[in-house]
């Protein structure tokens, strides 16, 4: 019988890679009988969906880009591309 | 030249959706910032390449999305953390000598409900914010980048993808800690 430390780590690498058949058996056989190992791995289930929603921006955070980085931004933008049309009459 | 990738544009455009994107994976406005600049730079010298063959959008988060990567490689704190995280390995608080847990594990009463709270978010950014630095850029690359193990060790230089693995369990585990203390258990 698996410890609930290995469990804890082979329900995590689950997320990364397959389990072999082994190792999906044993988990299994302990799961039966652990309810902080069940927990843990609803959790960590939970936690994987919830991060996620952070590859787009979740409910209530939408982020704007400051006011000064984007005069900047334009300005560096702008800049830029005289100079670049400048060495293209130049060239 | 198609006319939609005229540069004078792009900050208007796709300025906040370029931030965010920055944002969500750097934890660092600042930093942000300088990456997204850089991106429009890099951009416009390589304007000419852009076959139109994606939408520009897409063309420009690719661009970032390599500014990123590259910042992790460079900032150099992945190196040699193997060998630290065998130690923590083994010292592990979570669990007892003979592998039992040694913290509890709460029952959370519907989870999914957080999802809807703001406060929720603000506590998950700073529980990520709260791992040790290598651990949290690995956390955010595979599971904000989306990044597959064999990628990830190879651009953050870790030995083995079994090193990995044992890496982002540790992650998991504290964030998954965090939370427990700072929001399900608090509310």
Known sequence: MLSCKEVSKLISLSQDRPLSPWERVSVRLHLFVCKLCRRYRNQLIFLTRAVRHLRNPPHGLAYKLPDTARTRMERALAEAASRRSTENLNG | ?187
């Open chain 2, 1 to 187: 030249m198609n006319s939609s990738t005229d540069p004078a544009t792009w900050v208007t455009r796709h300025g906040d959706a370029l931030y965010r994107y920055a944002l969500m994976r750097l934890k660092n406005p600042s930093l942000a910032e300088d990456l997204v600049q850089e991106t429009f730079l890099a951009a416009l010298r390589a304007r000419d390449s852009f076959a139109g063959k994606s939408k520009e959008r897409t063309w420009l988060i690719g661009i970032l999305k390599h500014k990123i990567i590259d910042h992790f490689r460079k900032s150099g704190r992945l190196l040699q953390v193997d060998n630290i995280e065998e130690e923590a390995d083994r010292q592990d608080a979570s669990f007892d000598e003979r592998g039992h847990w040694n913290t509890g594990i709460s029952n959370w009463r519907r989870p999914g409900e957080a999802l809807e709270h703001a406060e929720f978010w603000a506590v998950f950014a700073d529980c990520i914010s709260t791992l040790p630095p290598h651990l949290a850029d690995l956390y955010i690359l595979r599971e904000v980048n989306g990044m597959e193990s064999a990628e990830l060790c190879k651009v953050l230089n870790i030995s083995t993808t079994n090193n990995l693995w044992v890496m982002l369990s540790r992650a998991r585990m504290k964030i998954r800690h965090c939370l427990e203390a700072r929001w399900f258990n608090s509310t």
